[in-house]
């Protein structure tokens, strides 16, 4: 069965770093989102990428956040100057025709 | 703006007994989507069960199913039979017709007892 696939699985950085989340969504799919889950709370939405191009964006999603699709497979996001507050778990979607969407399993992100 | 709204923050049934778990939501659009999402322990966001706005039958999953009244804007997860397996957080989420975002309640969090 065809699944999303996020690395890393967990990754630890220092305050002010960049990092970049990577994620391989379903092949045939043609939107694409990151949402976030701070420890404990709710799942929210940070941005929907289509057609190559940003659709929408959160008010989290500021320019401290950039996504890309470079290669036609992946689907990045990038997090520059990391703060203590972007701890939280990230996770990729991808959906098709049907609207229902597929998560990939998730990076824990830790920013010490 | 849509809202969805999960009142019962935790929720704990026996073993093979039956539970069902709260969601109303708030749009002004009259065709969307509703999912219902399980996150187990792994953190994983598993689908469980999807129910277009415009099928007035409610959907049926196995031992899950739903009770969606769209005039009360209520959309309630039925678990049947319930496993320990089922224990995890219960995710509510909305979409609308258009391959939009999902918004997502607070969770609820299901405890299974032997």
């Known amino acids: 069965e065809p699944e999303v696939t996020q690395t890393p699985s967990h990754q630890v950085t220092q305050m002010g770093q960049e990092v970049i989340l990577r994620c391989v969504p379903i092949s045939n799919h043609l939107y694409f989102y990151w949402y976030r889950q701070i420890l404990g709370q709710k799942v929210e939405f940070l941005v929907s990428?289509?057609?190559?191009?940003?659709?929408?964006k959160s008010e989290i999603f500021d320019d401290q956040f950039s996504v890309e699709r470079p290669d036609g497979s992946n689907f990045t996001l990038k997090i520059r100057s990391t703060k203590l507050e972007d701890s939280a778990m990230y996770f990729c979607a991808s959906n098709g025709q049907l609207l229902e969407a597929f998560f990939g399993q998730g990076t824990r992100l830790t920013v010490v | 703006a849509q809202t969805v709204t999960q009142s019962q923050p935790e929720m704990s049934v026996q073993e093979a007994e039956t539970v069902t778990l709260s969601c109303t939501y708030d749009t002004s659009e009259s065709d969307y989507y509703l999912f219902w999402y399980k996150q187990p322990p792994s953190r994983q966001m598993i689908l469980v069960i999807r129910q277009e706005a415009y099928k007035q039958q409610n959907a049926t999953e196995n031992r899950f199913s739903v009770n969606f009244q769209k005039a009360a804007k209520s959309f309630s997860l039925k678990i049947s039979d319930s496993q320990l397996g089922d224990a995890a957080m219960y995710f509510c989420?909305?979409?609308?017709?258009?391959?939009?975002?999902?918004?997502f309640g607070q969770g609820t969090e299901l405890s299974v007892k032997p």
């Open positions: 990428f289509y057609n190559n191009e940003i659709s929408e």
């Open positions: 989420a909305y979409r609308n017709n258009q391959g939009g975002k999902l918004i």
